[in-house]
């Protein structure tokens, strides 16, 4: 190992913890868990008991109306239904006159009795006026009863209101009392008027009385059923939110419904969140202890490089015997150290896409993977000119930890010589490229094929455990995936999908 070497590894650790404060001693403080709490803004503490407050009182305002206009409606008709009935009386004792004639102060008092100016009736397709009325100032309104029109039969009562005063109305009706096609009558406004204005009134009044109660009542639930309880809700986050390592006050309340629910995922989320800060601040000690060991690493390193050079010029077989595995413990120890520096670096930068021959990529990352042909060696097996859209360098490093967790295996199995086969396969599919990169190495054990891309965990090679994850996470950078396919005796398949 030489003296450049190690100041590369200096170098790297400097930046590593330029970057990651967690691999720098004296930074180590500067990650404590800590949140940065800014004054929320004021909102009234009332707003939602407000607003609700506020649509209860609509609501209760469109029910009124609801219920006041059908029944302003109904005591229309049934004002004007009277009349028809009391003056149809009235008709019938005329007609039991000699010839139908009345005099002029008994038909006075019939119609003052009916409350109406004059009646009429007709009878197979004849119309005859019983009860001939003064002559009127303007032309009366006509209502036909005998149509069930409920548009007209609503309006009815506020025309009849917001009408002039001196104006009559002109009612038709089916008889009851009498044979007949109908039954004709006109009535003067003003009293109905009059009658309608009380019934409008009391039943404004009454129907206020019961929408205050109900609005009241249905206040008050909701007050007691989400209000309260989305108050505490609140509490409970703005309480963890100033102090989120703080144990719980609040439990939850039990409640099965949606509510309930909440308080439960909510409690469930801030232990959670205790549980990740808890993890960060053991983590930050960890950082704390790798920074020294690193730097306690580079001096024997430093010590262990000198040592080896002194013992490079000795003429001891024994030790010229010795010294290359020293020298490989020593490589080992320093790749070790890099991989951990470098996997404590921030997030990886965005890959700077192009297009990019895969043939010559493939041949220049199994270079610097060690592949050869007389031992580990690299067939390709690609389409005619196959390009492929990726950052070069990113690439590059994917591929190197592949294939050189590949040659790795195979020199690691004795039975092979230091000799096997690193296949790569590339095929478009669904608008991805698909690289395989299969190898007939030994095998990974299934104790780690399953954690195979989480960091420092190694598939038997000699490296620290990171090429992969690391892979892993340039592929997601962009946008594709990296996969372990399969693994057995038979040798090891990866798989590289991405975009094209």
Do not use: C
Not at 51 to 66: I, Q, S
Not at 176 to 201: C, H, M, T, W
Not at 283 to 291: D, H, I, K, Q, Y
């Amino acid at each position: 190992m030489s003296e450049r070497g190690l100041d590369t590894l200096t170098d790297a650790e400097d930046a590593a913890g330029r970057r990651a404060p967690w691999l720098a001693g004296d930074r180590v403080k500067d990650m404590r868990p800590r949140l940065r709490l800014s004054r929320p803004r004021f909102r009234s503490p009332a707003g939602l008991s407000t607003r609700l407050l506020l649509l209860t009182g609509v609501f209760a305002v469109v029910v009124e109306a609801l219920i006041v206009a059908p029944s302003a409606a109904s005591f229309h008709e049934r004002w004007l239904l009277d009349r028809v009935r009391v003056a149809e009386a009235a008709s019938v004792g005329v007609e039991a006159l000699p010839y139908s004639e009345v005099e002029d102060d008994t038909a006075r008092q019939l119609l003052e009795i009916g409350g109406v100016q004059a009646i009429a009736v007709g009878e197979q397709g004849v119309r005859r006026l019983l009860l001939e009325a003064p002559t009127l100032s303007r032309a009366p309104d006509f209502i036909d009863l005998r149509q069930s029109d409920w548009v007209a039969r609503t309006l009815d009562p506020w025309r009849t209101l917001l009408g002039p005063d001196d104006r009559s109305i002109r009612v038709m009706a089916r008889p009851r009392y009498r044979s007949g096609d109908f039954i004709e009558v006109i009535a003067p406004v003003q009293p109905l008027k009059a009658e309608l204005r009380e019934f409008l009134l009391q039943s404004l009044l009454l129907s206020l009385l019961i929408s205050a109660l109900a609005g009241t009542a249905l206040y008050a639930a909701l007050a007691y059923l989400v209000l309260a309880p989305m108050r505490r809700v609140t509490a409970s986050i703005e309480r963890f939110r100033a102090e989120p390592e703080a144990p719980s006050t609040v439990a939850p309340s039990g409640r099965r419904d949606e509510i309930g629910r909440v308080e439960e995922e909510l409690d469930r989320m801030q232990e959670e969140v205790r549980g990740a800060l808890r993890s960060r601040a053991r983590l930050v000690a960890l950082g704390e202890a790798v920074a020294k060991i690193n730097h306690d690493l580079r001096n024997m390193l430093t010590s262990a490089q000198l040592a080896s050079e002194r013992l490079a010029a000795s003429a001891d077989p024994n030790v010229a015997k010795a010294l290359p595995r020293l020298e490989r413990a020593l490589n080992r120890a320093a790749a070790l150290a890099q991989n951990t520096l470098d996997y404590g670096r921030s997030e990886e930068p965005p890959p700077v896409l192009a297009r990019l021959p895969l043939g010559p990529a493939l041949s220049a990352a199994a270079e610097d993977a060690g592949l050869e042909r007389e031992g580990v060696r690299l067939e390709k097996k690609l389409p005619a000119r196959a390009t492929i859209h990726a950052d070069a360098d990113q690439l590059h490093r994917i591929l190197v930890n592949l294939m050189k967790n590949a040659r790795q295996a195979i020199q690691a199995d004795v039975r092979r010589q230091g000799r096997g086969v690193v296949r790569v396969t590339a095929k478009t599919s669904d608008d991805r490229l698909i690289l395989r990169i299969a190898d007939d190495g030994p095998g990974i054990p299934d104790r780690l094929a399953e954690r195979l891309f989480q960091p420092f965990v190694s598939g038997g090679g000699q490296g620290a455990g990171l090429g992969l994850t690391i892979s892993r996470e340039l592929a997601a950078n962009h946008g594709g995936v990296l996969n372990l396919i399969e693994t057995g005796p038979r040798g090891t398949v990866f798989e590289l999908a991405l975009p094209v």
